[in-house]
């Protein structure tokens, strides 16, 4: 079993940042691909960044491409999402989650999720 615990949303202006982490237990973390997706409200899950787990490759959705970076410190069984220029339409829950594949962008490969966390951009 996998826990993960996510911290670091919040409320923030359109053009501001944030810095998501996830802190991971009960496994050895440098064995699991990570990834984060978000949920807006009254829409599907969607993602938004994964890292292998050398963080050799890291893949992004188009939407948050050049605006976000995913990166993991596997000494800290952690992994981060830098989120700037957010806008309006990055308000979500985002949740973080694990497996043990390389690195995917469907949630159904994923087989443990974090409870989420709320980020809210302003306009």
């Known amino acids: 079993q996998v826990q993960l615990v996510e911290s670091g949303g919040g409320l923030v202006q359109a053009g501001g940042s944030l810095r998501l982490s996830c802190a991971a237990s009960?496994?050895?973390?440098?064995?699991?691909?990570m990834a984060w997706f978000r949920q807006a409200p009254g829409k599907e899950r969607e993602f938004v960044a994964t890292?292998?787990?050398?963080?050799?490759?890291?893949v992004y959705a188009d939407s948050v491409k050049g605006r976000f970076t995913i990166s993991r410190v596997n000494d800290k069984n952690t992994v981060y999402l830098q989120m700037n220029s957010l806008r309006p339409e990055d308000t979500a829950v985002y949740y973080c989650a694990a497996a043990s594949i390389v690195a995917s962008m469907k949630a159904d490969d994923y087989q443990y999720w974090g409870q989420g966390t709320q980020v809210t951009v302003s306009s």
């Open positions: 009960g496994r050895t973390f440098s064995t699991l691909a």
């Open positions: 890292i292998s787990r050398n963080a050799g490759i890291t």
